[in-house]
């Protein structure tokens, strides 16, 4: 599976800015990759102002994900602020250019943002199968509680994706776990995240990557806009999983 990482600076709470940004930087892509992922809230950066930006699930962004996927041949993932009912959630969505889609709540909400004080947290993990693979979708915080990502023998993956806006002030945790969860997990890990700074004055080096199943980097954009393809094996990922059967091993648990 060709897999494409799209790390990019963002127009603060501009949708329709980020929305035209992007149609031009990914129509380069139609037929060269099948699933392309841009960073967390992509359409207005991490943003708190949920009850003016919010759309439905039948909005402009799901729309033009559906558009963009269609056109460009390939799955997109990538996080935007979603209403649902009485309730605003940082929404992952999973688009595949038949127009079929899957949705991933964020489950841990950045306290020290508030992110808490304004979304819901999902109560469900995601898997999604696409081109033979397994896919295990996640946002940003997510990344630093290793147990909500863990292999689960009932429902294993092969991917793990990490869409992000996460500040270059805690760079070093981002470029040290993203491969640590690679490692424990023996699977493919990508990390998506924004480079420049946002309406809060927050500043953003990228430092967005994929590394393979044993932590390894495949590819990696720091300090500038950019567009990465990597071609991913899953023969070799699995072959690798039986010369070192480490998941077999692992503790047994259950969520609260």
Same mark, same amino acid.
Request: hydrophobic content about 35%; proline content about 5%; charged content about 25%.
């Given at each position: 599976? =060709?897999?494409?990482?799209?790390?990019?600076?963002?127009?603060?709470?501009?949708?329709?800015?980020?929305?035209?940004?992007?149609?031009?930087t990914l129509a380069p892509l139609a037929g060269q990759t099948d699933l392309i992922v841009l960073p967390e809230m992509f359409t207005t950066g991490f943003s708190m102002n949920a009850a003016v930006l919010a759309e439905e699930m039948d909005g402009s962004t799901v729309r033009w994900l559906r558009e963009q996927a269609a056109k460009l041949g390939a799955a997109i993932a990538g996080s935007f602020i979603c209403r649902d009912g009485e309730r605003y959630h940082n929404r992952l969505v999973f688009m595949r250019p038949d127009g079929?889609?899957?949705?991933?709540?964020?489950?841990?909400?950045?306290?020290?943002?508030?992110?808490?004080?304004?979304y819901s947290p999902g109560s469900e993990r995601l898997l999604v199968d696409w081109m033979g693979w397994r896919i295990c979708p996640l946002i940003c915080y997510d990344? =630093?509680?290793?147990?909500?990502? =863990?292999?689960?023998?009932?429902?294993?993956?092969d991917l793990l994706l990490y869409v992000a806006n996460w500040p270059s002030r805690r760079g070093h945790h981002w470029r040290s776990l993203l491969p640590a969860r690679a490692i424990e997990n023996q699977c493919y890990v990508a990390g998506v995240n924004i480079v420049g700074a946002d309406g809060n004055g927050y500043e953003y080096q990228g430092d967005s990557g994929v590394w393979d199943f044993s932590g390894h980097s495949l590819c990696q954009i720091s300090g500038q806009a950019g567009v990465c393809?990597?071609?991913?094996? =899953?023969?070799?990922?699995?072959?690798?999983?039986?010369?070192?059967?480490?998941?077999?091993?692992?503790?047994?648990?259950?969520?609260?």
């Open positions: 599976m =060709r897999l494409t990482i799209v790390q990019t600076t963002l127009h603060w709470e501009n949708p329709d800015a980020n929305r035209t940004m992007l149609a031009g079929g889609f899957q949705h991933y709540d964020k489950r841990h909400l950045f306290g020290l943002a508030g992110e808490h004080k304004t990344l =630093r509680f290793p147990v909500w990502s =863990r292999q689960r023998k009932a429902e294993p993956y393809t990597v071609a991913l094996n =899953r023969d070799g990922l699995h072959e690798y999983r039986a010369q070192l059967p480490f998941l077999d091993d692992a503790d047994g648990f259950d969520f609260d």
